[in-house]
């Protein structure tokens, strides 16, 4: 069930949160910018924000983009909290960094939430808008977006989870129930909480796959892998994607998402025209 109060099932245009699944389409809007030519992932963070420290001030957009940043996963707080987005940065900057930038890939949402900042400034628009009028809007993915909904809240799947105490399933609602009503939203935001149906994501498999929304050019920056992501280098991040080889030898591309309710996995098997969402 999508809603197993009212009996609702689920299908494949039924609205889910896709946790990290999100992280493409913010790297999607830094690659966006770069071919407007507004941005380069080459671009230091101190060429966007006056108050980067000593220690931060060589961190590159690629960086973020790969988490090879060097920032710790514990930076910033809980995805539903309120915080701005001058108190993120400020937490940002002032965080101890785990690695030297560019040593290592170690899995951070705020390198997510900084690019977010980033596409805020360098846009002049807010993230939602951007990515609306760039992706979700030209391909008809009515159903997805960030915080607002313009549909019937019964097509959005409710999240449940098993309360211990009591032995019971319990529904803890749809997201929008959790997240600031206000702007701030910035322990959430470019990493996580979009949402949208097994349909808009295979318009948006679709786009990618014919150079719809993005370059040929970006579409192999964006299905790089750039970044080893354990000692065996068998999987590598590239930008918003993980990337590896099937038993088969073929290439996958795919990111999973969570935000502890709801669970989502997109995998794109990009040489045999096969996706899973």
Do not use: C
């Amino acid at each position: 069930w999508a809603n197993r109060k009212h009996k609702i099932p689920n299908t494949s245009s039924t609205v889910f949160n896709i946790g990290s699944v999100t992280k493409q389409f913010t790297a999607a809007a830094i690659l966006k910018l770069a071919e407007q030519n507004k941005l380069s992932t080459s671009d230091k963070i101190n060429k966007f924000f006056a108050q980067v420290p000593e220690d931060k001030e060589d961190i590159t957009i690629h960086q973020l983009l790969t988490h090879t940043s060097g920032v710790s996963p514990r930076t910033g707080g809980f995805r539903y909290h309120e915080a701005s987005k001058e108190q993120f940065l400020k937490e940002f900057f002032e965080a101890d960094l785990l690695t030297r930038p560019g040593v290592t890939h170690r899995y951070a949402n705020a390198n997510y939430i900084l690019l977010t900042a980033i596409i805020e400034l360098v846009s002049n628009q807010d993230y939602t808008t951007f990515l609306s009028e760039n992706f979700w809007e030209p391909l008809g993915m009515n159903h997805t977006g960030y915080k607002s909904i313009s549909f019937s809240s019964e097509q959005v799947a409710h999240g449940y989870y098993f309360n211990y105490s009591d032995a019971i399933w319990k529904d803890w609602g749809i997201t929008q129930e959790h997240l600031p009503a206000n702007d701030k939203h910035w322990y959430s935001i470019g990493k996580g909480d979009i949402y949208s149906t097994v349909n808009d994501l295979y318009k948006w498999h679709l786009a990618l796959k014919t150079n719809t929304v993005l370059s040929a050019i970006s579409r192999e920056l964006f299905e790089t892998p750039f970044a080893a992501e354990n000692e065996e280098e068998t999987s590598h991040y590239g930008y918003g994607w993980a990337i590896y080889r099937s038993k088969r030898g073929s290439k996958i591309v795919t990111h999973n998402g969570s935000n502890g309710y709801y669970f989502s996995n997109f995998i794109r098997f990009v040489e045999e025209d096969v996706v899973v969402i």
